[in-house]
């Protein structure tokens, strides 16, 4: 049985990863976070030592890093705010634990490489959360696209709204030094599925960015990918939004839908099950996602220009 701490467990998605702890046959025996708005823990882990202050925390850590072999911390789960998550895996890394980080592993690319020297320096390793990588319809996909012998690049429209109130742009994700703003808060798994099933990331251009929606057109080895992301609930398409929906999802390969919204419930425990099997994704796998959404943080959109998704219609500019 390993031993896990958690950094960020007010968190929305702190709990996934308390039930991954607990479906894998493990425990959380230390958390972190300073809102002290964590009685999730009692549904897990009600034996596990709680902290608001990081200083504590560390201290508790250290202690256990120094007792006996069955009271240190084998992993450490990450569920913070984005741009704590470098910070955090150094933390995990130089604690002598395993790191496993919540998307997006860190903001730039030239983070991996830091991270890098520091797994070398301690011999120990950080693992990512990358769920769609493990969902079946995904896989499949993959399988199928990398062995069919296609003249022509595949087309695919990716869009992906997820209403949010006006709390969002007044937290840290509304906050783009914290988050890395909309393409990255909420679209670095989506481009990280891309270049998962359609290869290496060739051209990144970008139509449109605000603090609310972004879309772009990318290209891969295998596929031409028009995409378009936001929170604002006006996105969501008349149909779905008279119907009460403030969520929309599509993505389209060569105008066929590709059907994954079931599935999702346990990929964060399958996850967990593959990184404890040490088949877990590391920094390098990372790479394309956080270079992709780096570059469209960096970009100066083009406006309607080219292959630009047709949400964008819909969006005044």
């Not at 989506?190 to 960015?209: E, P, S």
């Not at 066929?256 to 390098?284: K, N, P, V």
Request: aromatic share 10%; with cysteine.
């Amino acid at each position: 049985m390993k031993n896990f701490a958690l950094i960020g467990a007010a968190g929305y998605i702190a709990p996934r990863h308390m039930q991954a702890i607990k479906d894998t046959g493990h425990r959380l025996v230390a958390a972190y976070d300073p809102n002290d708005s964590v009685g999730v823990i009692d549904s897990h882990f009600p034996e596990a030592d709680f902290f608001t202050e990081f200083e504590r925390f560390d201290r508790h850590v250290d202690k256990m890093r120094r007792a006996n072999h069955n009271h240190r911390i084998d992993y450490v789960s990450i569920c913070s705010p984005n741009y704590l998550h470098d910070s955090h895996m150094r933390f995990a890394l130089r604690s002598g634990a395993d790191a496993i980080c919540e998307k997006p592993l860190v903001l730039n690319p030239w983070n991996i490489d830091g991270l890098k020297e520091i797994e070398q320096d301690t011999g120990r390793k950080v693992n990512t959360i990358l769920q769609l990588r493990v969902h079946p319809a995904i896989i499949a996909l993959r399988d199928k696209v990398r062995s069919g012998k296609h003249k022509t690049k595949h087309e695919v429209d990716l869009a992906y709204i997820t209403s949010r109130g006006h709390w969002y742009l007044q937290s840290w994700k509304g906050d783009a030094k914290k988050s890395g703003g909309i393409a990255t808060n909420i679209g670095v798994h989506f481009f990280d599925m891309l270049h998962f099933i359609f290869g290496d990331l060739q051209q990144n251009v970008v139509h449109h960015a605000s603090d609310t929606k972004a879309a772009g057109f990318l290209e891969y080895e295998h596929a031409r990918a028009r995409w378009f992301l936001s929170v604002d609930v006006e996105d969501v398409p008349d149909a779905q939004r008279a119907a009460g929906q403030r969520t929309f999802r599509s993505i389209t390969v060569d105008g066929e839908e590709i059907e994954f919204s079931g599935g999702f419930t346990d990929l964060h425990t399958r996850s967990y099950q593959e990184i404890l099997a040490g088949r877990g994704y590391g920094l390098e796998e990372n790479r394309c996602a956080i270079t992709t959404v780096s570059e469209i943080r960096q970009a100066q959109p083009v406006g309607l220009q080219g292959d630009y998704h047709p949400f964008l219609l819909r969006t005044p500019h």
